[in-house]
């Protein structure tokens, strides 16, 4: 019976793929669909509905079908496009093979029910995997950058070097400070880093514990950590938790900490004189 129906499929392909079509059409006007323009959408249906009927002529091969997913993932289509195609393709053919049927009875109903789903659901469950895989993969690399960008440490000028902190400090996220703070101390040769926390919402003793062991860290290499952006409420919460900061310096904004940065390799920002700045310019307007 199984190759009986495939054949009665087949041979009807045009039929069921015209049914199918505009069921799919008609759905379009409601759903996430209506923004692609008519000329894609049309052809993305024609090749969809090509490759179902592809996959039940070679008897489950999803070659094809795999490669059409690709290109959808690719461009953005959602899962929920592939998984209603295939329902509405089950349906629909369900209803053309008992049309044609002489028998009515239930078990008549129950085999065709079971041998369609048979052509369909395993598609559904192979293209669900692959839509889960690509997004494992979309996932992991987000993760990724964002790890780059959660605990970036910039250079600002010779020896002093700047990590900007925004948002929860986990254990994770504690680690790969750590890891971007000793790299970097040595990579830009760094005497000073300044950790400005001005962008963290809360500091508890698992925060201030982690950014101890960071300053800590940097003291052991022969570097010094100032930690800056302390405001109000996160010094009182300091206090009444009763962490001892007092191993390295802290400045209440960006601005103080790298003016002592800048002491501390024996530097300082000096106002010039309105005679040393039209001197300055030119100068400046010499090299011209």
């Not at 048979?118 to 469950?125: A, F, Q, R, T, Y």
């Not at 996160?234 to 103080?256: C, E, H, M, R, Y």
Request: with cysteine; hydrophobic share 40%; net charge negative.
């Amino acid at each position: 019976m199984p190759e009986t129906l495939r054949k009665i499929v087949i041979e009807n392909s045009d039929v069921i793929s015209k049914k199918w079509l505009n069921e799919i059409t008609e759905k379009r006007i409601t759903d996430y669909t209506s923004s692609i323009s008519d000329d894609l959408y049309h052809t993305t249906n024609q090749e969809f509905i090509n490759v179902i009927f592809t996959s039940i002529n070679r008897k489950g091969d999803i070659v094809e079908m795999d490669d059409f997913a690709e290109r959808l993932i690719s461009l953005g289509w959602p899962l929920s496009y592939i998984t209603d195609g295939l329902q509405k393709f089950k349906r629909v053919t369900i209803e053309f093979i008992i049309s044609q049927s002489k028998q009515n009875d239930s078990n008549e109903f129950s085999n065709i029910l079971i041998i369609v789903e048979d052509w369909v659901e395993p598609l559904i469950s192979h293209l669900v995997n692959r839509y889960s895989g690509s997004w494992e993969n979309t996932v992991s690399l987000q993760r990724m950058a964002l790890q780059e960008l959660s605990a970036p440490l910039i250079p600002v000028m010779d020896n002093i070097t700047v990590m900007p902190l925004v948002g929860t400090v986990d254990t994770e996220r504690a680690k790969l400070i750590m890891e971007n703070l000793l790299e970097g101390v040595i990579k830009h040769n760094s005497e000073v880093v300044l950790m400005d926390i001005t962008g963290v919402p809360v500091v508890d003793t698992m925060v201030a514990h982690h950014i101890i062991q960071a300053a800590e860290a940097v003291r052991l290499i022969g570097a010094t950590c100032i930690l800056v952006g302390i405001r109000p409420e996160i010094a009182q919460t300091i206090v009444n938790l009763g962490i001892d900061l007092s191993k390295f310096p802290t400045k209440s904004s960006l601005k103080k900490g790298f003016n002592e940065a800048l002491k501390l390799t024996n530097r300082e920002i000096i106002d010039l004189k309105q005679d040393d700045k039209d001197e300055i310019i030119k100068m400046i307007d010499s090299l011209k």
